[in-house]
């Protein structure tokens, strides 16, 4: 039985899942590590709300846990050492350099970790892919672990994460399923049945599911690929609907009601975010392509086509609207994260808009409920268009949602939070310039009642 589990990677995967894992297992220790000391700190600061990512639910999990079997330290080698079970939850950013730049997973720290393991390991160790990885990574780990080790066995796991941000903790509780990949031969299926012990103490056994570990991988990238395909395919059909006259709020909810379509994933938007959808989808590409596979790589590639269609236009139809020019204007931004309920920005759509608002001089300011001035700066430099200067002139970021619309000519919803529903929307409209514009990137605010107030708004996908 598993007594000791390490995952190196505090991350927004790595986290939580430890948590739960730590507080469902309360006879499992479980040790989060990471180099980045400044992470690892904060997942340590004495007020629990403090931890470095935000997630419904996820400091009361902390709270019971920490200090009791959850720990997290920078020490990764004696946690490597002392673990029977090893989660590799590191980060798998698309390569920016070298064959398969911008489109291939860089697996650089994979292999590090891999490395790490097998000098640090003497004893018997599972190893757990808990990234996203291509398929075909396990051999390759498994390659540096037993030819670099210290004659030690490895079992190599592949146990793809689905949480999504803003409901991880949720989903970790109650998972449509938990899928588990390994070996064929008896100590695969051995490795294979120590990780279903783990999850069987709160999962239930009919939603715990076992494959070969080709197929564990392949299928992580390709329930991304389908999801953002949704998001892609009724983003398409929004730009119709405005040509048209349809509504793309009743075409989703017409078809959603078809079971085999199903209601979820249809929401039309300024465009999909996050850090895997594109990563994961531009991945699968590279692999098809590398298989010769050309009409299946591009038949994915289309998706992110779309996505990157979707935010410019949202983008382009803010500067047509306000009169061909947005030089000098304030546009406000409510929400700077990818969705609702997290901190994170990575690839967020609202980091392309401003840019391309920002290089038509527009000026912006920004009010994020949990994002703040340093990241936002942090996002718009990363995309190197412009000096940092001109970024930091360019973007201003307020905490007050009213501040950020005052003498604004137009507002942008950018992140779906459900507080900007609640605002007083007559006090806003009193205080920007007329014509007062809204831009829904996210359909969320009451046209009727803001057209009533007298705002011209905008949605995605009706007229
Ligand atoms: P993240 O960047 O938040 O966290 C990764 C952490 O790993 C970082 O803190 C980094 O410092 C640490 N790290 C990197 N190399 C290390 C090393 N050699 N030793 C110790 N620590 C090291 O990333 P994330 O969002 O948690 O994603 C991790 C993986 O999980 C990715 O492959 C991603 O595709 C996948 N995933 C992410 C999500 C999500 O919602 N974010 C969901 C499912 C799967
Ligand atoms: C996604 C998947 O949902 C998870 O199952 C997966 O584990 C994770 O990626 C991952 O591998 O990282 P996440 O990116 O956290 O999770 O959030 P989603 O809820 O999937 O939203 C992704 C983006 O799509 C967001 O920008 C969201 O606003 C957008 N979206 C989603 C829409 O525009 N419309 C929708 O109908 C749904």
Wanted: aromatic share 10%; net charge negative; proline share 3%.
């Amino acid at each position: 039985m598993i007594k000791n589990i390490c995952c190196i990677g505090a991350g927004y995967v790595g986290g939580p899942t430890m948590a739960v894992i730590a507080q469902k297992c309360p006879h499992i220790k479980v040790t989060v590590v990471d180099l980045n000391e400044k992470r690892i700190a904060a997942w340590n600061d004495k007020y629990v709300n403090n931890i470095p990512i935000y997630e419904p639910g996820l400091s009361d999990v902390v709270a019971e846990a920490r200090g009791r079997n959850l720990f997290f330290s920078t020490e990764v080698d004696k946690a490597i050492d002392e673990a029977d079970m090893i989660f590799i939850s590191v980060n798998t950013p698309t390569k920016t350099y070298g064959v398969g730049k911008g489109m291939a997973a860089d697996l650089k720290y994979i292999e590090l970790c891999a490395r790490q393991i097998a000098r640090v390991a003497k004893n018997d160790k599972i190893v757990v892919e808990k990234s996203t990885l291509p398929v075909r990574t396990a051999s390759a780990i498994k390659d540096i672990l037993d030819n670099t080790g210290n004659g030690v066995q490895f079992q190599i796991l592949s146990n793809p994460e689905f949480l999504a941000e803003g409901t991880a903790v949720e989903d970790l509780f109650a998972p449509d399923r938990v899928l588990i990949g390994g070996d064929t031969t008896p100590e695969g299926q051995k490795a294979i049945q120590q990780l279903v012990d783990i999850y069987a103490n709160w999962v239930p056994n009919d939603k715990i599911l076992t494959t070969n570990v080709w197929s564990s991988e392949l299928s992580k990238l390709t329930a991304n690929a389908f999801l953002a395909q949704r998001v892609s395919s009724i983003n398409a059909l929004s730009e119709l609907c405005e040509k048209t006259g349809a509504d793309v709020n009743e075409v989703a909810k017409a078809i959603g009601l078809d079971s085999r379509i199903g209601p979820k994933f249809l929401k039309a938007s300024v465009g999909f975010g996050g850090s895997c959808f594109q990563k994961d989808i531009l991945n699968l590409v590279y692999i098809a392509k590398s298989y010769g596979l050309n009409e299946v790589a591009d038949y994915w590639e289309q998706v992110v086509i779309m996505n990157d269609h979707q935010k410019r236009r949202f983008a382009k139809n803010i500067i047509k609207t306000l009169y061909n020019t947005v030089s000098g204007k304030k546009i406000a931004f409510l929400g700077w994260a990818f969705k609702k309920d997290t901190n994170d920005t990575r690839e967020s759509a609202a980091i392309f808009v401003a840019d391309d608002l920002l290089s038509e001089q527009a000026t912006v300011t920004v009010y994020d409920p949990k994002v703040d001035s340093a990241q936002i700066q942090f996002d718009l430099n990363y995309l190197e268009t412009r000096s940092e200067e001109a970024n930091n002139k360019g973007v201003q970021t307020v905490d007050n949602p009213y501040e950020a619309c005052k003498d604004a000519h137009a507002i942008a919803v950018l992140t779906e939070w459900d507080e900007f529903k609640t605002y007083d929307w007559q006090k806003i409209y009193d205080n920007m310039l007329k014509p007062a514009f809204v831009f829904d990137g996210r359909n969320i605010l009451n046209k009727e009642e803001l057209e009533k107030i007298g705002f011209i708004y905008q949605g995605i996908g009706s007229r």
